[in-house]
């Protein structure tokens, strides 16, 4: 069974900057694709980033040049460094590990950007 822990959410300006991060527990997480996604009040979950276990990373167009997804196989942990956050961030962003046909998320954690 796998867990997904994220943390790193908040509330911040726009123009400013978080990184979030997700721990995996379990054996599968270095073979797994890791990535991000989003949930605003009211809309669909939609993907933000994904990273593959070899590295290649994939981007919805909304944050591309602003965020950027990365992993450390030795932690167990993948990051979502996000840079020029603006309101239309806001959601509560998601942690899901794909190692098909098996996928987990995790609980999510607030991002809220406002001046």
């Known amino acids: 069974q796998v867990q997904l822990v994220e943390s790193g959410g908040g509330l911040v300006q726009p123009g400013g900057s978080l990184r979030l991060s997700c721990v995996a527990s379990g054996s599968i997480f270095s073979i797994s694709t890791m990535g991000w996604y989003r949930q605003a009040p009211g809309k669909e979950r939609e993907l933000v980033a994904t990273?593959?276990?070899?590295?290649?990373?994939n981007y919805a167009d909304s944050v591309k040049g602003r965020f950027t997804v990365s992993r450390d196989n030795a932690k167990n942990t993948v990051y979502l460094q996000m840079n020029s956050l603006k309101p239309e961030d806001t959601a509560v962003y998601y942690c899901?590990?794909?190692?098909?046909?098996?996928?987990?998320w995790g609980q999510g954690t607030q991002v809220t950007v406002s001046s």
């Open positions: 899901n590990l794909n190692f098909w046909p098996e996928a987990y």
């Open positions: 990273i593959t276990s070899g590295g290649s990373t």
